[in-house]
């Protein structure tokens, strides 16, 4: 065998053991323990790394949980069965978890709001249309109704309406606020189920305008703040509810005019004034 091969095979196999015990030190000295908490943790999230509780994603947020940076209760997707579960690791009080639902505070569709003189001719996206001219609707506030939020939802809860409008699929929901994000307008709130009375409007334009824009806007009367002992107040010609005092028993539904502020078990198509 000639002597070269021999001196460099011998050579490479030196250098290999030599690398390899290198590495094993390393990895002796460097090596850094994970948590095997979160690992379980993880595991007993759903997986949608969504990002709804404020981290980059399922695992991130088990990491949170475990460093006691976020609550076993911080997953709005999972839900009261996730937050038990992990707590259960955790061996803490899972603690009140109410799911978020989105709400769509506009009501104002293809039949309720008007529209401008001239069409829109371009991308059929509410960001575009944001960008680009405001949408076909006078009303500033209002839903574009490109269906970015529908695009967002990543379990295919919510659906465009014939009226133009995105509309929650609750069974589908699981709260996860993307929908929400999506929407260049703001017009859609993540809230506590318990949550039952909603100003359906954004608009914040005087009330001639408001009412000139759209047959459902709040035309920013007022009464409904003036009736509600500060379970309404009003912010620049809209009514804002007050959800840590607001009493819905005094607030005079029938006597909003448009139908802007209703309960969530009402029927607003029935209730609504437009005389």
Not at 72 to 83: F, H, R, S, Y
Not at 177 to 188: E, L, R
Not at 258 to 269: E, F, H, L, N, V
């Amino acid at each position: 065998m000639d002597l070269g091969f021999i001196i460099a095979i011998s050579t490479m196999g030196g250098l290999g053991f030599l690398f390899a015990g290198g590495l094993a030190l390393a990895d002796r000295k460097l090596r850094v323990e994970e948590n095997p908490l979160i690992g379980k943790v993880n595991e007993a999230l759903p997986g949608a790394n969504c990002g709804a509780c404020g981290k980059a994603g399922c695992y991130d947020f088990a990491v949170n949980v475990v460093e006691g940076k976020a609550k076993v209760n911080g997953c709005p997707v999972g839900g009261e069965e996730t937050a038990q579960a992990v707590a259960t690791i955790m061996g803490v009080d899972a603690g009140a978890s109410e799911k978020l639902l989105p709400i769509v505070l506009c009501r104002g569709g293809n039949a309720e709001a008007v529209k401008k003189m001239a069409d829109y001719y371009g991308p059929l996206s509410c960001s575009a249309m944001d960008l680009v001219s405001g949408g076909e609707k006078m009303c500033y506030y209002g839903c574009l109704g490109g269906g970015d939020c529908v695009e967002a939802c990543p379990f295919n809860a919510m659906f465009m309406n014939e009226d133009g409008l995105p509309e929650v699929i609750e069974e589908l929901c699981t709260g996860c606020g993307m929908c929400a994000q999506a929407c260049p307008k703001d017009i859609i709130e993540m809230h506590p189920e318990s949550h039952n009375v909603f100003v359906y409007c954004k608009n914040h334009d005087d009330p001639k305008t408001s009412k000139d824009v759209c047959k459902v806007a709040c035309i920013g009367c007022g009464i409904c703040a003036r009736k509600s002992d500060g379970g309404v107040v009003m912010d620049n010609n809209l009514g804002i509810i007050q959800y840590d005092v607001i009493d819905p028993d005094k607030i005079p539904f029938d006597k909003c005019r448009t139908g802007a502020i209703q309960r969530t078990d009402s029927k607003p198509d029935q209730d609504i004034n437009l005389n």
